[in-house]
């Protein structure tokens, strides 16, 4: 039997591997040192074997509520991924299964690989109206990849509204690019009424995954630096956050009207929205078009609530460093965080729990609030 994490997003560290009955794990810390929760390693040669996998400090991750009533994922073939038996005893996460082939892949959620993120980008950028930039290098090196929409009939209306939709600037909440690439998809599908009336009404600016270095190397919420990057957003530099510094300078020269930050949340087994009402200049407008968009979506998807969430942020007290607070209050737009679940809905479980294809249908109906909401914006 062999565990191996040395391949794109791979993360852990093996303790004692000779028991299949008793293998003791650790998961690595992101750079930075305060961040860990992503895991995805492989076991092979178990095949049949009754394997009994404990995670040794589960219970100092980022977010160890997170650990109640979850389900790890895994795969055979690297594109089904599902759950399998988990529990959270003494202070241990502890994953049972009894692999049915040679080789299985265990992970925190179903990745999304950087070949993945290559292969799309490449098969979108044919289509009319798409233009691929890229808003510059992240700490290791990777482009930092810049969807451009526009459509020529966009240009007769004066002026078409400014979206920009970003994913993933915590790396390990993989369900955020599955949801871009499911609102992406829809975006460019011709034959989509609601897709094309959005094209006709705005340009869309989109950043599938604004943390590619911290993604392959497979953290939780930090870049190679050590940065959290939902917290660099008010002095993001070239050095420590360039992936924020080069987001926001392009935001800063093609302007924002709708700003949506997508994410991941650890605990809570719901879809929510976060706002940004304790920005300074948060008013009776913006919660207006907030409301919208929120009413909108919960009616185009049964999937998201807005029941739970996050408290929400007393007036004049927001965080300024994390990116909807920021874009919120620099821009005056509808500004918001979408949060998925890691582990399932509680509404509307599903064998799967929450899974890459829930959130590409979540991101699909972004666009049915968006098309509700643009009169406001
Ligand atoms: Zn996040």
């Known amino acids: 039997m062999q565990i191996s994490a040395a391949f794109d997003s791979g993360n852990i560290l093996v303790k004692n591997a000779n028991d299949p009955a008793d293998i003791v794990l650790e998961i690595k810390k992101d750079v930075g040192e305060d961040h860990f929760q992503w895991f995805h390693f492989r076991l092979t040669g178990a095949r049949g074997q009754e394997l009994r996998m404990r995670l040794g400090n589960a219970a100092e991750a980022s977010y160890p509520d997170g650990w109640h009533d979850y389900r790890a994922c895994a795969s055979y073939d690297r594109k089904t991924w599902f759950r399998v038996p988990t529990s959270f005893v003494d202070s241990e996460l502890v994953i049972e299964h009894q692999p049915q082939a040679d080789s299985v892949y265990y992970a925190y959620f179903a990745p999304y690989s950087a070949e993945r993120h290559a292969d799309f980008l490449a098969s979108i950028q044919g289509q009319e109206g798409v233009e691929l930039r890229l808003l510059g290098r992240s700490v290791d090196g990777r482009d930092l990849d810049l969807v451009v929409l526009s459509s020529p009939e966009a240009e007769h209306l004066a002026p078409p509204k400014v979206c920009w939709i970003v994913g993933r600037q915590h790396p390990g909440e ?126 185009a998807s049964p999937d998201f609530q807005t029941e739970h969430g996050y408290p929400v942020s007393m007036p004049g007290t927001a965080n300024l460093k994390i990116g909807c607070n920021w874009v919120a209050e620099h821009f005056g737009c509808l500004s918001m965080t979408l949060e998925q679940p890691f582990k399932d809905t509680v509404d509307r479980p599903q064998a799967q729990g929450w899974s890459p294809a829930r959130a590409k249908c979540l991101g699909r109906a972004q666009l049915d609030a968006l098309l509700a909401t643009f009169e406001l914006l």
Do not use: K
């Open 174 to 299: 993989t369900m955020a690019e599955w949801l871009v690439e499911g609102l992406l998809e829809r975006l460019l599908d011709g034959n989509d009424p609601v897709a094309q009336e959005c094209r006709r009404r705005a340009r869309f600016f989109i950043v599938p995954n604004m943390n590619p270095d911290g993604s392959v190397r497979g953290h939780l919420r930090n870049n190679a630096a050590g940065a959290n990057l939902n917290r660099e957003w008010q002095e993001p530099s070239q050095e420590r956050s360039p992936e924020v510094f080069y987001t926001r300078q392009a935001m800063v020269s093609e302007g924002v009207d709708f700003f949506l930050d997508v994410h991941g949340d650890e605990a809570l087994p719901y879809n929510f929205i976060a706002g940004a009402e304790g920005v300074p200049r948060w008013s009776v407008q913006a919660a207006e078009r907030q409301q919208r968009y929120l009413s909108a979506l919960a009616q």
